[in-house]
């Protein structure tokens, strides 16, 4: 049952109990004349209801999309760039420091797994009195956990998958190194056995730092924000580098 048909049924019963309650002396009821206007008038709202809900949702599409898209090629050129680094780190080095190569970038997706969801989890109540005393980084820290949707969208999703991604393809390029350096070739059953075992390593890193990154975002989300916003001032102070802006600022500069 649609909100629009519950609208409708309440107006019927009101017409329809309203003729009882008006009666006048003659006995003839009062209430029809009311009953019609309140029908026009109601259906008048009811399509002005939904031409706002339509408006809406036509704006909130338009920007779901502008961010998708925006997103998309971000992820496009940071995966270019992490690639291309990545490779190239392990084509000139031995397969040990490869594999420093592939924790590191386990971490890195785990760390900003871990900031994304302190991000939703944070509460910005903290930051605000934090603010009145003009501790740095607190207004950055409030800037973050009201667009926690894309920051989060852009630390696990963006940074987090590509981490993934890239992990897995550098273990496979470590695996390679070690069948090599081994003189085994590959595709025999040394290679398969290093393959299983470095990608179930890898794999259980991966999951198990962000189940832990997870209960440490939850728990000291207020922290760990305050800590990105920090960073996020002294880049926008040094660097003059805006991570976030405040969408105050962007309402109030449209209306004048």
């Not at 998309?72 to 392990?90: C, K, N, Q, R, Y």
């Not at 605000?128 to 607190?138: C, E, L, Q, T, Y």
Request: glycine share 8%; with cysteine; charged share 15%.
């Amino acid at each position: 049952m649609t909100t629009h048909y519950i609208r409708i049924r309440i107006l019927n019963t009101i017409c329809l109990v309203i003729p009882l309650w008006v009666i006048d002396d003659d006995g003839n009821s009062q209430g029809m004349l009311f009953c019609n206007c309140l029908v026009k008038s109601g259906s008048v709202l009811l399509l002005l209801m939904d031409r706002v809900q339509i408006q809406l949702m036509k704006q909130l599409f338009r920007q779901s999309i502008n961010w998708s898209l925006g997103i998309a090629v971000i992820t496009f050129v940071l995966a270019a760039i992490f690639t291309i680094v990545s490779t190239s780190t392990l084509s000139g080095v031995t397969w040990g420091v490869g594999m420093i190569v592939v924790f590191v970038i386990v971490i890195i997706g785990i760390v900003f797994d871990m900031l994304g969801i302190a991000a939703t989890a944070a509460d910005e109540v903290p930051f605000h009195a934090m603010a009145s005393k003009k501790i740095h980084g607190s207004k950055n820290a409030i800037h973050i956990i009201r667009n926690a949707d894309r920051f989060a969208s852009f630390c696990n999703d963006v940074i987090g998958d590509i981490s993934g991604i890239i992990s897995g393809t550098a273990t496979a390029i470590v695996v390679l190194q070690l069948t090599v350096a081994y003189n085994h070739s590959d595709g025999s059953l040394f290679h398969t056995i290093i393959s299983v075992v470095f990608t179930s390593l890898v794999a259980a890193l991966t999951v198990g730092g962000k189940a832990l990154g997870k209960s440490m975002a939850i728990r000291y989300s207020t922290e760990i924000i305050f800590k990105v916003g920090r960073i996020f001032y002294f880049l926008e102070n040094r660097f003059n580098i805006v991570i976030i802006k405040d969408k105050k600022k962007k309402r109030n500069s449209k209306r004048k």
